[in-house]
Every structure is written in C-alpha cells, then in structure tokens.
C-alpha cells in the first residue's frame, strides 16, 4: 500500500541553525501539507502546497518557514533560523485532491529537538 | 480557539464491548470531518470520514454519526479489539463543495482509548 514517508526520523539541532524536513508523498497525490504537534498539544496546520505554490497557509507558517518541492518526488519543509519552540513531531500529508472531499494521508513524522 | 472539541481525554472500554468517541465543533462552515487513530510514535492514520450531506458512514467495525444541527460527531468501534488502543483524533475542514475554503484540516486533542482484556 503506498505511503507517505518522512526524513529523518528524529532530528536535532541548535537554536539558530536552519533545518530541512524532507517528506515523499504519495506517488499520484496533487496536494501536499505540512502539520506540526507540539508535545501534548494537537495537531496543528502549517501549510498547504499545490502546483507548485503555497495554497493555504496557517498562522504558525511565518515568514522563518519555507516549503518547496525540488523534484518530482520530495516535498521539503526549511524552518531559518530554528527557535525552542520550534521543538515539536512534524507531519508531513498529502491527498489526490484538494480538501473537502480527498483523505489526507500522513507520514510517521519527524521529531525536530531544538537545543 | 477549539473549533473542534474532545471532551474526554481518555477513554477505556472493554474488550468486545462498543466504544464511543465523541466529538463537538463549533465552526458552522465545516463540511468534512474524518478520524484518524494515532500509535506512539506514528503518524496519524486515517480511520474514516463523512460528508456534511450524510449522516452516517460505516466501514466494518467503524461507523461515524454526524449530527449538524448539534454540531456533533461521534466514532463507534464495535466489537472493541486490543488493536484499537491508540489516541483518536477528530478533525474537520470545509469548502470542499462550497469552494474557497480551507486546506487544512482542524484537529482535536485527542481522545485515548484504551481496550481492557
């Protein structure tokens, strides 16, 4: 069954560096989404991506976030210049059609631990 | 701002009984909602899902009830199975026929359900 996987797994960094998460969605899926879940907090909506722009993005995606998708396969997350509170599980998602009526499908996540 | 609500943290249930799990939202322009189940470490995995239009949904073991002039939603997982143990998670969106609505869906807390031999 096709997934949606995420690298790496658990990621460590110091305040102030960039870091890049890197997600491969779905072979045939259109729609790709970035989510984050804070530890003991809910799951919560950075972004949206569609032909090759930013659909939809939430409060959270400030101007320190940015998402591309280089090839045809990856879709990445580049968080600046990293803050503590940036420390969170991030999950990246994706769907053959746009919201409403497609299922997002989301990968195993990546730990991002800021120090 | 909760626009999506679980109430109940947790939840257990004994094994072969029925587990209810519910769910409450509060922004009227939601059209879609889905319930995804989530292990440690896992991403959330989609369960199932229903349409504003609809009022029930069912897939085996799980079916989903919506009642709009509530705004409530709730999962029932019959018979409950030791691999039903996980924090279900409820989630909403809207535009999908309306167009020009948000992309993102809304999550809520998180409910923790916990099936008991």
């Known amino acids: 069954e096709p997934e949606v996987t995420q690298t790496p797994s658990h990621q460590v960094t110091q305040m102030g560096q960039e870091v890049i998460l890197r997600c491969v969605p779905i072979?045939?899926?259109?729609?790709f989404y970035w989510y984050r879940q804070i530890l003991g907090q809910k799951v919560e909506f950075l972004v949206s991506f569609y032909n090759n722009e930013i659909s939809e993005k939430s409060e959270i995606f400030d101007d320190q976030f940015s998402v591309e998708r280089p090839d045809g396969s990856n879709f990445t997350l580049k968080i600046r210049s990293t803050k503590l509170e940036d420390s969170a599980m991030y999950f990246c998602?994706?769907?053959?059609?746009?919201?409403?009526?497609?299922?997002?499908?989301f990968g195993p996540g990546t730990r991002l631990t800021v120090l | 701002d909760q626009q999506v609500k679980q109430n109940s943290p947790s939840l257990s249930v004994q094994e072969g009984r029925i587990s209810i799990l519910n769910c409450d939202y509060t922004n009227s322009m939601f059209d879609y909602f889905l319930w995804y189940k989530k292990y440690p470490a896992e991403g959330p995995t989609f369960l199932i899902s229903i349409s504003s239009i609809k009022d029930k949904n069912e897939d085996g073991r799980f079916t989903v009830f919506l009642n709009k002039s509530a705004k409530h939603l709730s999962l029932h997982i019959v018979p409950s199975q030791p691999g039903d143990s996980a924090v279900y998670f409820c989630a909403a969106s809207w535009g999908g026929y309306s167009g020009g609505g948000a992309d993102g869906l809304t999550f809520g807390k998180g409910t923790h359900l916990i099936i008991q031999p």
């Open positions: 998602a994706s769907s053959e059609g746009s919201h409403g009526t497609d299922t997002q499908y």
């Open positions: 072979s045939n899926h259109l729609y």
